[in-house]
Nanobody
Framework: QVQLVESGGGLVQAGGSLRLSCAAS????????MGWFRQAPGKERDFVAA????????AYADSVKGRFTISRDAAKNTIYLQMNSLKPEDTAVYYC?????????????????WGQGTQVTVSS
């Protein structure tokens, strides 16, 4: 199976930036896309961004468009989430995940393997 390890979370002031990383290992050859999700206290886990592994096509939640950028580094089997202009409402545990379904997937159900998550806290 695919193993995913997120890193890069932390505490940041509103308006600041963070870059999250997700390193993948295991059977990653047939992974079609990877995505980032987040879960705030008391809320469901929501889609943030996704990228196709081969073509680099991307999709973003409306709440992060223009502020977050997802990218991938094939040589390192790693995806990144560059987060700029952070807001307190971005506070959540951020998870990366892999999907074997063709096309960009925004639904949680399309993703098969998940990391443990990394905490992002944005203070006002």
């Amino acid at each position: 199976q695919v193993q995913l390890v997120e890193s890069g979370g932390g505490l940041v002031q509103a308006g600041g930036s963070l870059r999250l990383s997700c390193a993948a290992s295991g059977r990653t050859f047939n992974v079609y896309n990877m995505g980032w999700f987040r879960q705030a206290p008391g809320k469901e886990r929501d889609f943030v961004a996704a990228v196709t592994w081969s073509g680099g096509s991307t999709a973003y939640a409306d709440s992060v468009k223009g502020r977050f950028t997802i990218s991938r580094d094939a040589a390192k089997n790693t995806i990144y989430l560059q987060m700029n202009s952070l807001k307190p409402e971005d506070t959540a545990v951020y998870y990366c995940a892999t999907s074997f379904v063709y096309g960009l997937q925004l639904r949680e159900a399309a993703y098969d393997y998940w990391g443990q998550g990394t905490q992002v806290t944005v203070s006002s």
